[in-house]
Antibody, heavy 121, light 106 residues
Framework: QVQLQESGPGLVKPSETLSLTCTVS?????????WGWIRQPPRKGLEWIGN???????YYNPSLKSRVTISVDTSKNQFSLKLSSVTAADTAVYYC??????????????WGQGTLVTVSS | SYELTQPPSVSVSPGQTASITCSGD??????ACWYQRKPGQSPVLVIY???KRPSGIPERFSGSNSGNTATLTISGTQAMDEADYYC?????????FGGGAKLTVL
């Protein structure tokens, strides 16, 4: 069974870059699947950030695209999120998840436990 | 951009049937899926590709999708089903989530 675990700083200063890593176990990233990041701000709903395939092809939320970079490291079986120029509005629980390819009714079937990132000085 | 609309809240009595809707333009032409999220827990996929249940999801959870509306139906609702439910679809190379509906089992 696929297991995912987010890691990274829980506190980021405004205007800086948020960086998170998702470590995958029980499955090789190189074998397929899309790998995604989703967040949930306090008292709000889920917001998709973006997906990456093991080949490196990416899909991003248009509203975040100018600030987001998602990358994959198959040697470590990890994928990462970088969100630049953060503000308090980026405070959220960040989840990594495994997803099916787009075009086939994409969905996320395995999720990490989530990590709270607070943007504050 | 594509939008999915859910009612903010739905109430149901134990043992009754709960229906949670998700509306979007020509949503029936796309695949919809549904997630359950309980406080302090990660989302759990309960329905994918409109009607399919992942392994381990009780049979009381079912889904449909036609026209502009996808519906998650919970038959014989139990107290443990109280949670937030989110619909999700794929449109124009983006993942779109509904705003979420809080299911209260009274």
């Amino acid at each position: 069974q696929v297991q995912l675990q987010e890691s990274g700083p829980g506190l980021v200063k405004p205007s800086e870059t948020l960086s998170l890593t998702c470590t995958v176990s029980g499955y090789s990233i190189s074998s397929g699947y899309y790998w995604g990041w989703i967040r949930q701000p306090p008292r709000k709903g889920l917001e998709w950030i973006g997906n990456i395939y093991h080949s490196g092809s990416t899909y991003y939320n248009p509203s975040l695209k100018s600030r987001v970079t998602i990358s994959v490291d198959t040697s470590k079986n990890q994928f990462s999120l970088k969100l630049s120029s953060v503000t308090a509005a980026d405070t959220a629980v960040y989840y990594c998840a495994s997803g099916t390819p787009p075009g086939a009714g994409t969905y996320f079937d395995y999720w990490g436990q989530g990590t709270l990132v607070t943007v504050s000085s | 951009s594509y939008e999915l609309t859910q009612p903010p809240s739905v109430s149901v009595s134990p043992g009754q049937t709960a229906s949670i809707t998700c509306s979007g333009d020509k949503l029936g032409d796309k695949y919809a899926c549904w997630y359950q999220r309980k406080p302090g827990q990660s989302p759990v996929l309960v329905i994918y590709q409109d009607t399919k249940r992942p392994s381990g999801i009780p049979e009381r959870f079912s889904g449909s999708n036609s026209g502009n509306t996808a519906t998650l139906t919970i038959s014989g609702t139990q107290a443990m089903d109280e949670a937030d439910y989110y619909c999700q679809a794929w449109d124009s190379s983006t993942v779109v989530f509904g705003g979420g509906a809080k299911l209260t089992v009274l």
